[in-house]
């Protein structure tokens, strides 16, 4: 089997090594880049460096559009006129609609979103094992060839993936909530706080853990995040409507000084926050473990380490540290109730503070 | 000198061990849960748990009241009446508002609030280094007792903090900024998320990094946060307002779809962060790495390892776990492109890759 992967970066490139590896296909590789697919050659993420679309789609049954949101229609169209009957086409990008509107009547387009990579860029963080265990969506349409979904799917499913059929729509309001809407309101919260603060430069005040976590998300790399946002606006822009219409109901809430309502409405929110990030974790519910320890250098070597030595995995991870940076805290989060416990003795074992938040 | 602290639990009981420690103080200590008292007298906490307000605070120069901020107004009360005119009594509640306005012509009365120790409770936690260069807010009035506010001020000097005047509204009005209001919006985020995720429980998405960084906080500890809303709830509310603003700015910017405009109010975002982290940190500004790593047990301790063993200091991480739980990313951040050269040149040398973010 010949597939083709157009765009060879951290996603394509993966792509290739995936289809490579698994399923021992000849991989052809463009990028308009042409130091791009030299490297992705170099690593073996490819086994072919075309020059061209056309070059690169030439005879194969797979066409992988992997180019930053904003190039994709031009790159599909590209990618569909120089292949016939035999050739499915997908795409990677964060956003479905536009691309669907474009393409759904096309049997031979499918349109996809792999929920992996966005913690770095470039084909020299490409793996072969990027997509093992995550989701890919695929938005097929009424009118898509069904041996060529068939085939696309396969593909995925043995490059580690789990992939799913999904309305575009539905893909796109998903996404908004839970991925696009969070760096909205980080954003919004850092440039509110920036703002009020830089009239009290003299008592800038030390911005705490939760500001810190809040936050960590606010402008992540901007082209391609305007690129997502412009894609997605009317179902980002709704979300934001909503969480408009919930803080109207806290500052009610707040106005009003009922404190059972309050502490009602704030421990919903903890009860959710759980729910949702069980759904996301293999081992059960989430459990975490606060630990006070001194700042020092080697202190996360020392926890991690002895977590480490008796197997218990760390989930998550936050530090806490104190004014003085000398000396803070910080939290793991492990998968169940018993894991905990054992973490919370081993943390003790080594002389610090330890307890497991109920 | 002798210093009485009423509400002996994580910040009353490190006021002890401090004052016990660095002001070589006679320290009685009040709990209305006598199994509390009995365990800071155990831990050295205090050197007298006493069983009543008045027998505490009898012949005290310095009275920390150091209770739930709605316990405040009736503790503060109760020990001003059982004290005389050389005793100075204060607190240490996250608002300022409410209690100064019910004392605000008492001269013997200055409001207080350390930034330490959001992140445990319990006496069990207390130690007498907590307050070591913490920032620790006094709202001293024009009714204030100069000689007595100095005594007061030297004593938190003292424990290592650094004391600040500040105005109780202004006090309100920084902390509804940077700390109220992120646990307000993170509660929204998460209502929202669980609301509309519900009605999809058939493809509950994986719930990414962002959501989780952007959400961490929601829900912490219902009646401690319902109490600070309470006490705060019109400054709080206001910040609420701005946000509504600003969010109906950001869905405009969507809706138009400027993206020119949207990717500049991005870069702003990020921007403004880095300002304000910086702010908060010591060496410098913060310089994120990336790291791709399997998340095997141990991996976080062989990292953190080999920067600690390199004395480069950790001063934030965050983990970003691949679907599969067996890959993902690791960030941290150091202070200065320096330090962040030099950790990603020890991250490399263990054979995983490492980028710094620009």
Redesign the interface.
């Known amino acids: 089997m010949k597939i083709a992967v157009l765009g060879v970066g951290l996603i394509g490139g993966s792509i290739g090594m995936a289809a490579r590896r698994r399923l021992d296909a000849e991989v052809a590789g463009y990028d308009p880049d042409p130091a791009v697919s030299d490297k992705a050659l170099e690593l073996g993420a490819i086994g072919e460096a075309s020059v061209s679309v056309p070059e690169a789609v030439d005879g194969a049954e797979l066409v992988f559009c992997a180019a930053p949101v904003a190039a994709l229609p031009g790159l599909v169209a590209e990618a569909l006129d120089a292949t016939g009957e035999g050739t499915v086409v997908t795409d990677v990008g964060s956003t479905k609609r536009l691309l669907l509107g474009e393409f759904s009547s096309q049997p031979r387009f499918v349109g996809g979103h792999p929920?992996?990579g966005?913690?770095?860029a470039?084909v020299?963080?490409a793996?072969a094992?990027?997509f093992?265990?995550?989701?890919w969506y695929l938005t097929p349409t009424a009118k898509t060839e069904g041996i060529l979904y068939d085939r696309l799917q396969r593909a995925i499913g043995d490059f580690?993936a789990?992939p799913?059929a999904?309305e575009a729509e539905?893909h796109d309001?998903?996404m908004a909530?839970?991925?696009h809407?969070?760096?909205?309101?980080?954003?919004?919260?850092?440039?509110?706080?920036?703002e009020?603060?830089r009239g009290?430069s003299e008592?800038?005040?030390?911005?705490?853990?939760?500001?810190?976590?809040?936050?960590?998300?606010?402008?992540?790399n901007?082209?391609i995040?305007?690129?997502i946002?412009?894609t997605n606006?009317?179902a980002?822009?709704a979300?934001?409507?909503?969480?408009?219409e919930?803080?109207?109901e806290?500052?009610k809430l707040?106005?009003d000084?009922d404190?059972?309502a309050?502490?009602?409405?704030?421990?919903?929110?903890?009860?959710?926050?759980r729910?949702?990030?069980e759904?996301?974790?293999?081992g059960g519910e989430l459990r975490e473990l606060?630990i006070?320890v001194p700042?020092?250098?080697?202190?996360?070597?020392?926890?991690?380490?002895a977590?480490?030595?008796?197997?218990?995995?760390?989930?998550?991870?936050?530090?806490?540290?104190?004014?003085?940076?000398?000396?803070?805290?910080i939290?793991v989060w492990v998968a169940g109730r018993e894991e905990a416990e054992r973490a919370a003795a081993l943390v003790r074992d080594l002389g610090h503070?330890a307890?497991i938040v109920e």
Chains 1, 2 share one sequence.
């Open positions: 929920l992996a966005a913690e770095t470039g020299a963080n793996h094992e990027l093992e265990g995550a989701r580690g789990r799913q999904i539905d309001r998903l909530t839970v991925s809407l969070p760096h909205v309101l980080a954003n919004v919260l850092v440039s509110q706080a920036a009020e603060l009290e008592r800038l005040p030390e911005v705490g853990p939760s500001f810190r976590d809040t936050t960590r998300v606010a402008g992540a901007p082209p995040w305007a690129d946002f412009a606006s009317d980002v822009a979300e934001i409507d909503g969480v408009i919930r803080l109207q806290a500052a707040l106005r000084g404190n059972d309050l502490e009602a409405w704030h421990q919903d929110a903890g009860e959710s926050r729910e949702l990030i759904a996301a974790s293999t606060r006070r700042n020092r250098p080697g202190i996360v070597a020392e926890l991690a380490l977590l480490g030595n008796a197997a218990v995995n760390i989930e998550d991870m936050a530090l806490y540290p104190a004014a003085d940076m000398r000396s803070g805290a939290s503070d307890s």
